[in-house]
C-alpha cells in the first residue's frame, strides 16, 4: 500500500510548552507567597488585592488551570497526532485553543484579585469567563474528534480513551457546577442553595481533580512513558480495566468532601464507598506504568526523565490510596478542614502533576529542537530540589494537621477544651508553615532551574516546525484483536458515548434525588432570607475571599458544638445561593458567630485583627472602612435571588435600599455608644451585619424542623 | 569511645534508683541521663542495633552458603552433562507469585500485533493481588451500605454525636462522684482580698477579658472595669453572674462553658481588685454609678453550680 506523506504540527506544542512553564513559574511564586502570608500576614502587602482571600484562588486556578491545563494540551496535541497518524484536525482550531485558552487565564488573572469571584473553590472565575471556557473546551472537543476521526490508525491506544473521557466529562462537569444567575457583568449568584450547591460543588471540585489533573495525566503516561523507557506498556488488559472502572467510579465519590455535613447520610455513604473501590482502579494506572519499566529500571539510575516519572507515578500511587482512606469517616473526622489535606492534594500537584510535566518537557524540547539536553547535571539538580521540596512541603503539613486537630478536639477530664481559643492552635502550627514555605520554596527553584535549562537546550538546536512523517491511509477491513474492547477501539463516536454514559451515572443517582426529594432537605420555619443589607454584607465576605480560611459548617461533634454551638442543619443553607460551607479552617468557624461578640468588637478586629486577637494571622481590612456599599445594585441582587428561588416579595426591590438604611442606622448607632464614628454607608457596616446574622434563625423563638412532605 | 560506652553502661546500671526519683514535671528532654526511663531506651536502643546486626551477619552467612549450594549444583549438573539453570531468588518468586506477569523473556508470547508510535502493548494477566484487592473494595463497600442504612446497625451522624455527648456526661459524672468540686455558693460569695486567688484571675483575665477589656481594665470593645460605672452591677455576685452568664445582646459571652467555677471566681475577684487603678487610656463610662450598698438582683441568676458542671 502506497504509503501517505503529511507533517506533524510542533509549533503549537511549542506555544503550549512555553505557556506551560511561564505559567508554572506564575502559580508557584504566588504560592510561595501565600505559605509566607500564613506565617506573616505583612506578606498580605496591606492592599486589598493581595490578601491571601483574594490570591489563593489565583493560586489555584493558576496552577491547575494555566501550569496544568497548558501542559496537558501541549502533551495532547503532542501525542495525539502520533499515536493517530495524522495532523491536528484543523490548524485555525488548535490556535484558537491556544490564544482563547491564555485569554481566559488573562482575565482569570486579573479578575480573581479584583474580588469578582463566585466563590467555588476551583470554579471562581465569573460567568463571561465560565462561558468562554466552555466555548475554547468545545473547540478543543471538535479538534480533538476531527482527529480521531481522520486518524490513520484503525484503533485508538488507551491514551486516546483517556483523552476522550477528560474531553466529556470535563465539558458536563463545567456546564454543570457553572449554572448561574448574573446580576452584573462580573457578579453572578449560583443557581444552587446550600447543601445542594455544595453537592453539585464537590462532585464538580473532586472529579476536577480526577478528569483535569488525574485522567488526562494517566494518558500521558501512557504515551510518554514506555516511549522514555522503549519497553512495551505491560498490560493491555489491565489498561481496559482499570479505565472504564476509574472513569465510573470516580464520579461518584465527591460526598466524601461532605462527610459530617448536612448532606444526606445515604450520600455521604455513596461517597466512602465509592472512595474505597476507588482505591484498585488508581492503583491499576500505577502498576502499568511501574510494571513497564520491568527490565528498564537500570535506566531509570541515569535517566532523568524517567526519575520524574517514577516518582510521579509512585506519588500518584501514594495521592490514590491515601485519597481513599481520607473518605472513611472516622480518618476524615480528624483530617478535613486542617492542613492535611492541604499536604495530600500537594503530593498530587507537585509529585504526579509536576513531576509528569517536567520529565516530559525534558523528553519533549530535546526531541522537538533535535538536539540533546543542555545539561544532564542541571536536570538532576532539579530532580533533587523538586523531590526535597515535596518531602519539605508534605511531612510539616502532615505533622501541622493532625496536631491542630487533636488541639481542637481535645477535652480535659472537667469537660472543657483544652485549648479554648482557636488562635492558640494555629499559633502552635506557624513554625511548620515556615517549613512548609521552606519546602515550596525548594521546589520552584527547581523548576526556576528548569527554565533555565529548557531555554539553553532550545537555543542549542533547531526547532523542528513541522515533523515529517508517513504512514499508510486507514483501511476499512478490521485487523488485529475482534475482542469486544477492540472493535470499541475502532468506533470512537461509540466509544465518546460510552464514556459519557460511565460519568453520568453517578452524579445523576446522587443529585437527583437530593433536588427532587424534600426530606432530603428539612426546612426550618424561622429561616427567612437575608435583608438587603446583610446581602451586601455577604457579597463583601465573598469577595474578601473569607470562605478561604473560614468554614460555616459546625460538624455533629462534641468538640464543635461545645467550641461553637449547635451543629448546623441544612435547612438553615436554603437561601444560601452560593454555600459558603469552606473547606479549611486557618480561622475558626463563623457559623454561629452571629450574636456572638457586639459590634464594635468586628468593627476593631476587621480593622486590625492583632488589636483583639493578639497573634492573629488573618490580615487587616481597611479598604472596608473607606469603600462603600453599592446601592444601585441592591435592585438587581434582590431580583436575580428571587428568580432563583429565594422568596423576596414582589416589589421589594423598590424599598429595598430604605430597609437597608434603617438596619444601618441602627449598627451606627451601636457603634457610636462606643466611641465610634463610622461613614453609615461603609462597607463595613454591611459586613458586620451579616456576621451578626450568621447562624442565628434557629435560635428564634418557636423555631421548628418540619420535614415538607 | 571507651567513655561512650562506659557512659552506656551507667545508663543501664540505676535501675534500682527509678523510685527515687520524684519529679514528675520533668519531660525526658530536660534531663535524659537521670530520667528513670532512660535505661529502658538505652536498652531498647541497644536490642535494635543488636538485632540489626544479628540480619545482617546472617544474610551475609547466607550468601556464602548460597554459593557453596550453588557451586555444588554446577560441579553436579556439569557432572551429569546437563546446562546448569539458576534458581530463581526468592525475591523473583514472589514478584512472579504477585503480578504473574510473564517473564521476561518469554514477552514474545503475550505482545499484541499493535504498534503505536513505536509504543507496543503486552497483555499481562492482571496481577493478582490487584484483583482481589478491587474484589475486596467492592465486597467491602455493599456491606457498609447494608451495615450504615439496610439493617442500621452502625449509627449515622446524628446518633454518633448523642452517643458522644452521653458518654461525656456519664463520664463527668462518674468523676464528680469520685471527686466532687467545692462548689461555689453564688449567693453567699463574698470578695476577699486573696492575692493567690487574685493573681490566678489576672492570669485568666490576661488570656481570655484583656482583649476587650484591655489589659489593664481600661476598656476598649468592652467596657471600662476600673471606674465607678457599671451596666450590669458592680458587687461581686453580680459580676461573677455576668461573667458566668454573659450578656449575649452586648457580645459579652458566656464564659460558664469555657471556665471552671473557681476560675470564674478568681477573675471575678481579680476585676473587682483593680477597681479605682485609674490606668491609661481609660474607656469613657458606661452605665450608672454604682454603690456598694445596693445589690442589682435581677441579673444574677440563680442556678446551682453543680447542676452546670454536670452539664
New interface residues.
Given amino acids: 500500500m502506497e504509503l501517505e506523506k503529511f507533517s506533524y504540527d510542533n509549533k503549537i506544542v511549542k506555544a503550549f510548552i512555553i505557556a506551560t512553564v511561564v505559567f508554572g513559574l506564575v502559580g508557584m511564586l504566588v504560592g510561595l507567597t501565600i505559605a509566607l502570608q500564613l506565617v506573616w500576614p505583612i506578606f498580605n502587602f496591606d492592599l486589598q488585592y493581595t490578601t491571601f482571600g483574594r490570591i489563593r484562588p489565583l493560586h489555584t486556578n493558576a496552577i491547575i488551570f494555566a501550569f496544568v491545563g497548558n501542559a496537558m494540551f501541549a502533551g495532547v496535541y503532542y501525542?495525539m497526532q502520533?499515536?493517530l497518524?495524522t495532523r491536528m484536525f484543523n490548524d485555525t482550531l488548535s490556535w484558537i485553543n491556544f490564544w482563547g485558552w491564555q485569554t481566559i487565564i488573562l482575565a482569570a488573572a486579573i479578575t480573581l484579585p479584583l474580588g469578582m469571584t463566585t466563590s467555588k473553590e476551583y470554579a471562581e472565575l465569573e460567568w463571561p469567563i465560565d462561558i468562554a471556557i466552555t466555548l475554547i473546551w468545545v473547540v478543543f472537543g471538535i479538534n480533538m474528534i476531527g482527529t480521531i476521526l481522520k486518524r490513520r490508525?484503525q484503533?485508538m491506544?488507551?491514551a486516546i480513551w483517556f483523552y476522550i473521557a477528560t474531553f466529556v466529562t470535563v465539558a458536563v462537569l463545567h456546564v454543570v457546577n457553572s449554572f448561574e444567575m448574573p446580576v452584573t457583568l462580573f457578579k453572578s449568584y449560583s443557581f444552587y442553595a446550600g447543601v445542594q450547591d455544595a453537592l453539585v460543588q464537590w462532585w464538580y471540585g473532586h472529579n476536577a481533580v480526577a478528569f483535569f489533573l488525574t485522567t488526562p495525566f494517566l494518558g500521558l503516561m501512557y504515551?510518554y512513558l514506555?516511549?522514555a523507557a522503549n519497553r512495551?506498556?505491560?498490560?493491555?488488559?489491565?489498561?481496559i480495566?482499570h479505565f472504564w472502572?476509574l472513569i465510573f467510579i470516580y464520579i461518584w465519590a465527591g460526598p466524601h468532601h461532605l462527610l459530617?455535613s448536612t448532606l444526606p447520610?445515604?450520600a455521604?455513604?455513596?461517597g466512602?464507598?465509592?472512595s474505597?473501590?476507588l482505591?484498585?482502579?488508581s492503583?491499576?494506572g500505577m502498576?502499568n506504568g511501574l510494571?513497564t519499566l520491568?527490565?528498564a529500571w537500570d535506566r531509570v539510575r541515569e535517566d532523568v526523565v524517567l526519575k520524574f516519572f517514577v516518582v510521579a507515578v509512585t506519588a500518584y500511587g501514594m495521592a490514590t490510596l491515601e485519597g481513599p482512606l481520607l473518605s472513611l469517616k472516622n480518618i476524615n473526622a480528624i483530617a478535613h478542614f486542617t492542613d492535611w489535606i492541604v499536604a495530600h492534594v500537594h503530593v498530587g500537584g507537585l509529585g504526579w502533576n509536576g513531576f509528569m510535566i517536567f520529565g516530559m518537557l525534558y523528553w519533549l524540547v530535546p526531541k522537538m529542537w533535535d538536539t540533546k539536553i543542555y545539561s544532564n547535571k542541571l536536570a538532576n539538580l532539579h530532580f533533587w530540589l523538586g523531590t526535597l521540596g515535596i518531602i519539605f512541603y508534605a511531612l510539616p503539613m502532615y505533622i501541622s494537621g493532625v496536631v491542630q486537630s487533636l488541639m481542637w478536639k481535645e477535652?480535659n477530664?472537667?469537660?472543657?477544651?483544652v485549648y479554648?481559643?482557636f488562635l492558640e492552635t494555629t499559633v502552635q502550627i506557624l513554625p511548620l508553615h515556615m517549613l512548609r514555605a521552606t519546602g515550596g520554596a525548594l521546589y520552584l527553584t527547581g523548576a526556576i532551574i528548569m527554565t533555565y535549562n529548557l531555554i539553553k537546550t532550545a537555543y542549542a538546536g533547531k526547532f523542528i516546525a513541522n515533523e515529517d512523517a508517513e504512514a499508510a491511509p486507514l483501511t476499512t477491513a478490521a485487523h488485529?484483536?475482534t475482542g469486544w474492547h477492540a472493535v470499541l477501539e475502532r468506533k470512537p463516536l461509540v466509544f465518546t458515548t460510552l464514556a459519557l454514559v460511565a460519568i453520568l451515572i453517578g452524579g445523576a443517582i446522587e443529585m437527583v434525588p437530593t433536588f427532587l426529594i424534600k426530606s432530603n432537605v428539612p426546612t426550618i420555619a424561622s429561616v427567612k432570607p437575608y435583608t438587603p443589607l446583610e446581602l451586601h454584607g455577604r457579597d463583601i465576605y465573598i469577595r474578601e475571599g473569607c470562605v478561604n480560611c473560614h468554614s460555616q459548617l459546625v460538624r455533629?461533634?462534641?468538640s464543635e458544638?461545645?467550641r461553637y454551638g449547635e451543629?448546623s442543619k441544612s435547612g438553615e443553607y436554603v437561601y444560601d445561593h452560593p454555600f459558603l460551607w469552606g473547606s479549611k479552617r486557618t480561622g475558626p468557624d463563623l457559623q454561629r458567630i452571629g450574636?456572638?461578640?457586639?459590634?464594635?468588637?468586628h468593627y476593631?478586629h476587621m480593622y486590625d485583627p492583632g488589636s483583639?486577637?493578639?497573634g492573629s494571622i488573618m490580615p487587616s481590612y481597611p479598604w472596608l472602612f473607606e469603600q462603600v456599599i453599592d446601592k444601585d445594585g441592591t435592585a438587581g441582587k434582590i431580583s436575580a435571588l428571587r428568580t432563583i428561588g429565594v422568596p423576596y416579595a414582589e416589589g421589594f426591590e423598590e424599598v429595598a435600599n430604605a430597609d437597608m438604611d434603617k438596619q444601618a442606622a441602627r449598627i451606627v448607632e451601636n457603634l457610636q455608644l462606643?466611641?465610634i464614628e463610622v461613614v453609615p454607608d461603609a462597607e463595613i457596616i454591611a459586613l458586620i451585619a451579616y456576621l451578626q446574622r450568621l447562624g442565628t434563625d434557629i435560635k428564634v423563638k418557636d423555631a421548628g424542623v418540619v420535614a415538607n412532605q | 569511645m571507651k567513655n561512650r560506652i562506659l557512659f552506656l553502661f551507667t545508663l543501664l546500671l540505676p535501675l534500682g534508683a527509678m523510685a527515687q526519683d520524684a519529679a514528675p514535671a520533668k519531660t525526658f528532654w530536660d534531663d535524659p541521663i537521670n530520667h528513670p526511663m532512660t535505661p529502658f531506651y538505652a536498652l531498647m536502643v541497644l536490642v535494635g542495633v543488636v538485632t540489626v546486626l544479628v540480619f545482617v551477619v546472617a544474610i551475609m552467612l547466607l550468601q556464602v552458603l548460597n554459593t557453596f549450594v550453588e557451586k555444588a549444583a554446577q560441579e553436579k549438573a556439569a557432572a551429569l552433562g546437563i546446562a546448569y539453570v539458576k534458581e530463581p531468588s526468592w525475591w523473583t518468586k514472589l514478584d512472579r507469585k504477585l503480578t504473574n506477569a510473564v517473564p521476561m523473556e518469554k514477552e514474545a508470547t503475550v505482545m499484541l500485533d499493535h504498534n503505536y508510535d513505536g509504543i507496543r502493548e503486552l497483555d499481562n494477566h492482571l496481577p493478582p493481588w490487584w484483583k482481589w484487592l478491587f474484589y475486596g473494595t467492592i465486597v467491602w463497600g455493599v456491606i457498609y451500605f447494608v451495615v450504615y442504612h439496610v439493617t442500621d446497625n452502625a449509627p449515622l451522624q446524628e446518633q454518633e454525636y448523642e452517643n458522644e455527648v452521653a458518654m461525656a456526661d456519664a463520664q463527668l459524672k462518674k468523676l464528680r462522684a469520685a471527686q466532687p468540686v467545692a462548689s461555689i455558693d453564688e449567693e453567699a460569695l463574698a470578695y476577699t482580698n486573696d492575692a493567690a486567688l487574685i493573681s490566678k484571675g489576672q492570669a485568666i483575665y490576661k488570656s481570655n477579658c484583656a482583649s476587650c477589656h484591655k489589659d489593664n481594665g481600661e476598656g476598649g470593645i468592652g467596657p471600662n472595669l476600673t471606674d465607678e460605672y457599671w451596666l450590669h452591677g458592680g458587687s461581686i455576685k453580680n459580676i461573677y453572674a455576668t461573667v458566668k452568664n454573659g450578656v449575649p445582646d452586648k457580645g459579652m459571652i458566656s464564659w460558664s462553658a469555657i471556665l471552671k467555677p473557681e476560675e470564674m471566681r478568681d477573675v471575678s475577684f481579680f476585676i473587682m481588685s483593680i477597681r479605682g487603678t485609674n490606668p491609661a487610656n481609660p474607656k469613657a463610662p458606661q452605665g450608672t454609678v454604682w454603690k456598694d450598698t445596693e445589690v442589682k438582683t435581677e441579673s444574677v441568676k440563680v442556678d446551682s453550680v453543680q447542676a452546670q458542671a454536670g452539664m
Fill in positions: 501525542s502520533r499515536l497518524k490508525e484503533h491506544y488507551v504515551y514506555p516511549k512495551p506498556v505491560y498490560s493491555y488488559r489491565l489498561s480495566i472502572s459530617y447520610d445515604w455521604q455513604s455513596l466512602v464507598v465509592f474505597i473501590m482505591i484498585a482502579p492503583w491499576g502498576l510494571l520491568r527490565g477535652f477530664a472537667e469537660g472543657f477544651l479554648k481559643n488485529g484483536g455533629p461533634f462534641r458544638t461545645e451543629y450574636g456572638k461578640y457586639n459590634d464594635s468588637w476593631y483583639v486577637s493578639a462606643e466611641g
